[in-house]
């Protein structure tokens, strides 16, 4: 039998004891925690590069309502579940996408990103340490163009485990979509799409009206899937007023991820000044030489990319702006879950159609609503620029153009 004393030493023991596991269960998780994203530190089990995507075993699809090619218009919803193989635990999943017209990413619920071009598509990654068994991916995909006309999304992704193995899901026939519209909740885990129908396939990567799409993080940067844009002016036989003008293009990094590295490559008949979130980052003056520029640590989630653009004639003549740009940004907590953005010149950037440009336009809390958009003039290679060589030397340097801001 204890006596009293033996019984107080022994309860003394064992609350220490409880207390000591009590400390330890926690700093366990937190250590399988930072395991389950194969952080880069050598303690960690596996060590891998972040997948490589490729759209070569992807199927343009949509909705049951497409015949000869088209559809109508609005807002369809698409649903992959994917079960993980018994034994692994997701680490993350890298995907990309394209679609026509719009298209708005969600995993397990969350907005991840939204894309709104088809000839160039991001690369977006998402930690899945605590999404338990299964992963749901959904899409809002908006056919937006006067009816009827062609509609298509294309996705490819990879889902990387603890153990540094993968698994690829692409889009085919099994994923699921709406017809009609767009239920609420349709993004949801709990949601039921049991009655939704089966995806239809329209042909694989490259295949008309859409051809191939350039994958950011996997294809290098080029001007291919840019078009050269002006502002909307009266322009005879494609001639602009001279003098200078504004452009500003806002893009959103993906949920989570609130910094990045930008890579700019960039061209401008005749001159240009080039601003990333308001700093001054590099000037050219001939537009049969374009530029590259690496820009680090660019604060997001929103970067707002601006042009100082100078067509510097004395009469109206050719004047044009083209770009393409990749951010590259990392989830703060996976250190090798890496998104790819990107953007390039089209008609959603906002050109301002005159010389007197507002003071601060370049600067991120700018107001550019009442901006007009800018006008089409062309893909790359068009006349009278052809085919500006891609910039491989970085261009460090420089100095504003005289007007510019900052000059």
């Known amino acids: 039998m204890f006596t009293l004393s033996q019984i107080t030493r022994l309860a003394s023991v064992l609350l220490a004891t409880s207390g000591a596991l009590a400390s330890a269960f926690p700093n366990q998780k937190r250590s399988n925690d930072t395991t389950q994203c194969l952080n880069t530190r050598d303690s960690d089990l596996v060590k891998r590069a972040s997948p490589t995507l490729s759209f070569n075993n992807s199927q343009w699809m949509w909705t049951s309502e497409l015949a000869n090619g088209v559809a109508p218009d609005g807002s369809r919803g698409f649903?992959?579940?994917?079960?993980?193989?018994q034994g692994k635990t997701p680490a993350f999943l890298t995907l990309a996408y394209a679609v026509d017209n719009i298209g708005t990413l969600f995993v397990n619920g969350?907005?991840?990103a939204t894309e709104d071009v088809w000839y160039t598509a991001g690369t977006y990654c998402v930690?899945?340490?605590?999404?338990?068994?299964?992963?749901?991916?959904?899409?809002?995909a908006t056919n937006e163009d006067p009816p009827p006309n062609p509609a298509g999304l294309i996705?490819?992704?990879i889902v990387t485990y603890t153990d540094g193995s993968t698994s690829p899901i692409v889009s085919d026939t099994t994923w699921r979509t709406s017809t009609g519209g767009l239920p609420s909740g349709f993004q949801d885990l709990t949601f039921d799409d049991s009655t939704w129908s089966p995806a239809v396939t329209e042909g694989g990567n490259g295949v008309a009206p859409w051809g191939n799409v350039a994958l950011a993080g996997s294809d290098p940067l080029s001007f291919t899937p840019a078009r050269w844009i002006w502002t909307n002016e009266a322009a005879v036989g494609g001639n602009y007023p001279p003098g200078a003008r504004a452009f500003r293009y806002s893009l959103t990094l993906p949920a989570g991820q609130t910094s990045g590295t930008a890579t700019v490559i960039i061209d401008t008949?005749?001159?240009?000044?080039?601003?990333?979130?308001g700093a001054f980052v590099g000037t050219g003056t001939d537009f049969t030489t374009a530029q590259k520029y690496v820009v680090e640590n660019v604060q997001g989630p929103e970067i707002v990319f601006a042009v100082y653009a100078v067509n510097t004639d004395t009469v109206p003549n050719p004047a044009g702006l083209l770009a393409a740009i990749e951010v590259t940004s990392q989830d703060g907590y996976c250190t090798q879950c890496i998104s790819t953005?990107?953007?390039?010149t089209?008609?959603?950037w906002k050109a301002f159609p005159n010389a007197a440009i507002p003071a601060g336009f370049e600067q991120p809390g700018f107001d550019d609503s009442d901006?007009?958009?800018?006008?089409?003039?062309?893909?790359?290679?068009?006349a009278p620029w052809g085919n500006v060589p891609v910039p491989t030397t970085v261009t460090t340097g420089g100095t504003p153009l005289p007007g510019a801001p900052g000059s």
Do not use: H, M
């Open 371 to 382: 901006w007009p958009n800018a006008v089409d003039e062309g893909g790359y290679g068009v």
């Open 127 to 140: 930690n899945l340490a605590d999404c338990g068994c299964a992963v749901v991916i959904a899409f809002n």
């Open 269 to 277: 008949d005749n001159e240009y000044s080039l601003y990333i979130n």
């Open 155 to 157: 996705v490819d992704g």
């Open 341 to 344: 953005s990107s953007a390039v």
């Open 79 to 85: 649903r992959k579940t994917f079960v993980p193989p």
């Open 346 to 348: 089209y008609t959603a």
């Open 110 to 112: 969350q907005e991840i």
